[in-house]
């Protein structure tokens, strides 16, 4: 059943209604959205659900859908677009546009360059404080402006002016005498997630977002980075089921493909610690308690790492955590899994041997949770680290790492100190 359209519906409202839809259902709404404002609500939608919806629109509807696009909405539904259809988009736009969209679109997805918006109030050196208040009741300002940059004619950034300075100077004073370098910029090459953390730590709306060259490619505001936090934690939330930025009504062919990746992961590693215990099966065919008391090793220690991972992906994903202090993070936990590995060794030990009386199957359970729980603090920090510098998701691949790690180390240190121990 279709939901009942209504016209108090708003961009996003549309883009989430439709990311509701099966594809199918999209395909037979969207006729009833013209009229709407059909290339922002595209550009609104996530990826995956834009690009499962565009493959299933004629050439001709698209291309009538996007004839209002905007700079920013073209760069951000360009890469699912047929080449035809795209290079129509590209066509119809004025000569500045068109260049707009190229600079932009020199820059890769995660790095700001890409979304830089151009709708940015530039004024040129010579102006006065006079003349710049008079160009000001004559145009609109664009959203969360709250400084003027002041650009050469080669477009390079050379300053900025607030409002309040603007508005507390003398009007023949001049607007370059004014102005000072701005004291935070972003470079185009920053990613995302790191520009929108150095906006939210200033009192700024906006940052300008330059070149290597130190042009002035647009600016990056508020909304901006409200949309990539956003965009950000729902990722986080996806990635703990492995899921992404998945179409919640992707092609059943095309979601069971991509599970399957991290399922046959998931079927290696399991492989791997069943080998482990395979090793040691004498051992534990002649010690029947080790079969009972392996969980217990194997459950401490995939707690203890998790809790360091979750630490650490927090830590990587705010910024707070970097080269110069994960040596202090990391001698931290390997602290608090040293007491908390001693604390609980001793209870399990004691619960252990007046369970199964022995004394020595008590020692052995104690080491290898002690041991089990040091490799997991500091896998936790290790794994997600070195997934991060390799550019792969640490929430989404860290904890199948960090379970193989547990379960391996410490079904090989209980099931080996047995071994040496009590055969």
Not at 132 to 145: F, G, M, Q, V
Not at 268 to 277: H, K, N, P, Q
Request: proline share 3%; no cysteine.
């Amino acid at each position: 059943m279709l939901p009942r359209l209504t016209d108090e519906f708003q961009v996003d409202d549309w883009a989430w209604l439709l990311e509701s839809l099966t594809n199918e259902q999209r395909i037979i709404i969207w006729p009833q959205l013209e009229g709407k404002e059909t290339s922002s609500i595209l550009a609104a939608m996530r990826d995956d659900a834009r690009q499962q919806f565009v493959s299933g629109i004629s050439s001709k509807e698209l291309s009538k859908a996007l004839a209002d696009s905007t700079a920013e909405e073209a760069i951000e539904v360009i890469d699912v677009l047929p080449q035809k259809v795209a290079t129509r988009l590209i066509k119809r736009m004025t000569k500045e546009t068109q260049a707009h969209i190229k600079a932009n679109l020199n820059y890769d997805e995660d790095q700001v360059g890409r979304y830089a918006n151009h709708d940015v109030y530039t004024i040129p050196t010579g102006l006065s404080v006079g003349e710049l208040r008079a160009e000001l009741k004559s145009n609109d300002l664009p959203d969360y402006t709250d400084s003027f940059l002041i650009v050469d004619e080669d477009n390079k950034l050379l300053g900025e002016i607030t409002i309040n300075e603007l508005f507390s100077a003398e009007p023949e004073e001049g607007v370059m005498g004014l102005s000072h370098f701005p004291e935070q910029i972003i470079k185009a090459e920053d990613g995302l997630l790191d520009a929108s953390n150095q906006l939210k730590n200033t009192n700024k709306s906006m940052l300008p977002v330059v070149t290597e060259h130190g042009e002035l490619l647009g600016r990056f505001d508020v909304n901006d980075a409200l949309i990539v936090f956003q965009q950000h934690y729902e990722e986080q939330i996806a990635h703990l089921g492995k899921v992404s930025d998945e179409d919640l009504f992707a092609p059943v062919l095309l979601s069971a493909r991509r599970r399957a990746v991290w399922l046959g992961i998931n079927l290696a590693t399991a492989f791997l610690a069943s080998f482990v215990i395979g090793v040691f099966d004498t051992v534990l065919a002649e010690v029947v308690a080790l079969a009972v008391l392996m969980p217990i090793v194997a459950s401490m220690g995939g707690i203890t790492g998790s809790q360091t991972l979750t630490l650490t992906i927090r830590g990587l994903a705010t910024g707070q955590l970097g080269d110069a202090n994960i040596s202090l993070l990391q001698n931290k936990e390997l602290r608090v899994a040293s007491l908390n590995g001693v604390l609980w060794a001793v209870l399990v030990a004691v619960l252990t041997g007046l369970w199964f009386e022995n004394a020595m199957l008590s020692g052995v359970i104690a080491i290898a949770l002690v041991v089990n729980m040091l490799v997991a603090a500091l896998f936790g920090i290790l794994i997600p680290v070195a997934l991060d510098k390799l550019n792969i998701d640490p929430a989404l691949a860290g904890s199948v790492i960090l379970t193989t790690v547990t379960d391996v180390v410490g079904f090989f240190v209980f099931l080996g100190s047995a071994s040496l121990v009590l055969i």
